[in-house]
């Protein structure tokens, strides 16, 4: 008997001998609330990356082919109403949701693009009086030579800015070719899906770039960005742009082809997109300023918190900028040498150029 005692007690012991180390091993006791709590906090803020966007998605189970809505897959025939109602519903708000959203940097972004692309003819600036000379001749001469330096070509730039709606980057791209390149020919058509996002762009233009509409270098139309096809000629364009745009296209490979085919040889494609941050820290701090604090703003200022959150996701689902490049490049264009963008604000915007080869 004693000995089958101790016997149990040495079992016993050596159990208890091993057992700190098994405990070491599981993770702090957390109650089951404060867990379910927690995991939601972390969903809203860092939601979980979507996978790699596709340039086409596979068919449903009904044989229509789907793409992405934000986070959510959608067929292909419904995304153009989704995102219209989208528009539709931000339109007045537009600019003032955008700097309320990104602390005014996106009309850095803007400006910064413009400058990059530098439209417009380059031409001296515009002549002055001239001063008496003492003969007619030399006053002839004179003129002549600063009429040949200075007149405008009439044929300037055509530029076609796409999803362009509150004209905010054409009225941009008219005022650097005016007042740095001194040309007041070159013309920017702005083309939108949306209806009511041209209404507004519009409005504004009138009551602050009325000349640009009087004298035809600013002009508006509804248009699939898409489907140009009877709208816009072939080889016709000298620059197209795009900001903020492209990620809600449905089909962006076809939309890119088709700006391949307007532009000239030579003519250059120009998006201003948000794009993928590198830098984890900052992408951490994107990520909760985003998916925490943009659709509550929507909900406060425009009462209406899904059409920012569909904004914020349709962010988070475009394709980094190596996939976007190489998209450019599987159209046909020639994309810059390096890394073939430039980063804006660590990467939380980027802008991408290709150049239809001449």
Known sequence: MAIRSMHRANSIGRHIFTRPTFIQQQPPYRCLSC??????????????PPPPPQPSSPPSPTGERTTHFGFQDVAESQKEAKVGAVF???AANYDTMNDLMSFGIHRLWKDAFVRLLNPGVKRGPPPTASTSTSTSATTATATTTSTAMTSPDPAGWSILDIAGGTGDIAIRLLDHAALINHDTSSRVTVADINGPMLAEGRLRAAKTHKHYLDTGRLSFMQANAENLQGIVPDASLDLYTVAF???NFTRK???LREAFRVLKPGGVFACLEFSSVKNPLLDWAYGRWSFAVIPLIGQLVAADRDSYQYLVESIRRFPSQETFRDMIADA???VPEGKGWVDLTGGIAAVHRGVKPV
């Not at 867990?35 to 972390?42: D, I």
């Open 253 to 255: 490979d076809e939309a």
């Open 332 to 334: 046909g264009f020639l």
């Open 88 to 90: 539709s519903s931000v």
């Open 35 to 48: 867990t379910r709590r927690l995991l939601q906090l972390q969903q809203q803020a860092d939601p979980p």
């Open 245 to 247: 745009g492209i990620r």
